[in-house]
């Protein structure tokens, strides 16, 4: 996903307007800060959020992207996350 703006048809003008390194405290953690930490946050992740707390790096990084991906895209058969909105 990172390596998909890059220009690999020979030099030319980059296709993406920001070229700022893609770092999980700028880019990724307001995501999730936004949509997940509501319930999936450090003090309310055990109530709220099925045990998965999403609060830090290492937290995200210990559940399987894969089922992170398929609940935000709402695919049949799994929870639609986040719960009740779109």
Known sequence: MV????YTHG???SPCPDVAPITYA????P??????RECHGATVHQA???GNDYS??????QQSASLI????????GFNQMPKDKD
């Open 3 to 6: 390596t998909g703006c890059t």
């Open 11 to 13: 030099p030319g003008p």
């Open 26 to 29: 700028a880019m990724i953690s």
């Open 31 to 36: 995501i999730f800060e936004a949509h997940c």
């Open 48 to 50: 709220l959020g099925g």
């Open 56 to 61: 830090n790096y290492a937290g995200i990084k």
């Open 69 to 76: 991906l398929v609940c935000i895209r709402h695919d049949p």
